[in-house]
C-alpha cells in the first residue's frame, strides 16, 4: 500500500501540469472537492459505514481538511500556477519529513501520544534521503523561476501537509476512511469557494481539463487521499511523512517517461539513495511488534 501511495501521489504534480492551462487553480479544486464529495457520498449511501463518534471528531477531521486540502493542495496547485516548477515545487514539498522529525525531536511526550519518535536510525535515514532527493531534484531547477509570491505558496503547502500530518495522527481517532474524508472534503469545499469566486479566469472545458480532473477526483482524492489517511492512523507520523521523500524522484521518473524531461544518472542514483533512506525510517526493529491497524473499509 505505501508503494501504490507513492505512485499515485506522485502524479499530481503531472496533473497540475495539465490542468493549469485550462483553468485557475482554487476554482480546479473547488470542483475537484464538489464532485469527490458526491463520489463518497455515493459511495456511502451505498455501502452504509460508520460516521465519527462525536462532534469533536467531526471539528477535528474539518481542520485536517482545511490543512491538507486547502493549503497544500491550494499551496502546490497556486505555486504552479504562479510560474514555479514542479520540480522546484516538488522538492520543497519534499522537505515534509526534515520538518516532522525536527518537531518530534523537541521532546517525547509526542511518542507518548503516539505520534512517533525519531531515533538515530531514523535521523540517518532521513539525511540519507534528503541526500538522494537533492541528487533528484537539482538538475531540475529553473533559473530565475522562483518569486517571493510563489515561493510563498509553496511554503504554505509544505507547512499544510507537515501540520496535516501530525494533527491528524495526534487528534483523529480511527474511523472508517469514506466518512472521514466525506467531513474533510465538505470542510474544504466550503473554504475554497470563496478563493475560487474571486479568481477571474474561466475553466476551459479542454480534453487535458477533463481528464486531469478525472484522475484528480477518482485516483487522487479517492485513491490518493484514502490511502494517506490509513497510513497516518496505521503508522508513526515520521514513517509516513518519510514515503514523501520517494515523490518527487517519481514524479521525475514519470515527467521522463511522459514529457521527455531530464533524468542522468545521477539523478537515478539519487533515486536509490532515497529509497534506502525511506526503509531504514520504516523499517521495524527485529522483534518490535506490527502496530494494530486503524480503520478499516468496511
Keep these: 500500500m505505501p508503494w501504490v501511495f507513492v505512485l499515485i501521489w506522485s502524479t499530481g504534480f503531472i496533473v497540475a501540469r495539465y ?11 473547488a470542483l475537484r472537492f464538489a464532485l469527490s464529495i458526491l463520489c463518497f457520498g455515493v459511495w456511502i449511501a451505498w455501502s452504509r459505514p460508520a460516521w465519527p463518534a ?10 485536517v481538511g482545511l490543512l491538507m486540502q486547502v493549503a497544500y493542495l491550494g499551496g502546490v496547485w497556486s505555486a504552479v500556477k504562479a510560474g514555479i516548477g514542479a520540480g522546484t515545487v516538488a522538492l ?3 522537505l515534509q519529513p526534515v520538518l516532522t522529525a525536527l518537531w518530534l525531536a523537541r521532546g517525547t511526550s509526542s511518542a507518548v501520544r503516539g505520534v512517533g519518535q525519531v531515533g538515530a536510525r531514523q535521523w540517518f535515514g532521513l539525511g540519507l534521503g534528503l541526500i538522494g532527493l537533492l541528487l533528484v531534484i537539482w538538475p531540475k ?11 510563498t505558496l509553496a511554503l504554505l503547502a509544505l507547512l499544510g501537509i507537515t501540520v496535516g500530518t501530525l494533527y491528524q495522527k495526534r487528534f483523529v481517532k480511527p474511523c472508517d476512511v469514506r466518512s472521514a474524508n466525506f ?11 470563496p478563493f475560487a469566486w474571486m479568481e477571474r479566469q474561466a475553466i476551459d472545458l479542454h480534453a487535458e481539463f477533463v481528464g486531469a480532473m478525472a484522475w484528480s477526483v477518482l485516483g487522487l482524492t479517492l485513491g490518493g487521499s484514502s490511502l494517506l489517511y490509513m497510513l497516518i492512523q496505521r503508522g508513526a507520523a515520521t514513517e509516513v511523512s518519510s514515503l514523501m521523500y520517494l515523490v518527487p524522484p517519481c514524479t521525475a521518473l514519470l515527467a521522463w517517461w511522459l514529457f521527455g524531461e531530464l533524468f542522468t544518472l545521477p539523478m537515478l542514483a539519487g533515486l536509490a539513495l532515497t529509497a534506502a533512506g ?6 521495524r526493529p527485529a522483534g518490535r511488534p506490527s502496530r494494530p491497524h486503524g480503520p478499516t473499509m468496511r
Excluded: C, I, K
Excluded at 141 to 151: F, I, K, P, S
Excluded at 185 to 193: D, G, I, K, N, R
Excluded at 278 to 283: F, I, P, Q, S
Design 278 to 283: 525511506v526503509a531504514l525510517v520504516t523499517a
Design 183 to 193: 467531513v474533510q472534503l465538505s470542510a474544504a469545499l466550503v473554504a475554497s469557494l
Design 19 to 29: 490542468g493549469m492551462d485550462h483553468a485557475p487553480p482554487m476554482g480546479f479544486l
Design 54 to 63: 462525536d462532534a469533536a471528531q467531526f471539528a477535528h477531521l474539518a481542520v
Design 92 to 94: 520543497l514539498v519534499g
Design 141 to 151: 531547477l529553473g533559473a530565475g523561476e522562483l518569486t517571493r509570491w510563489n515561493m
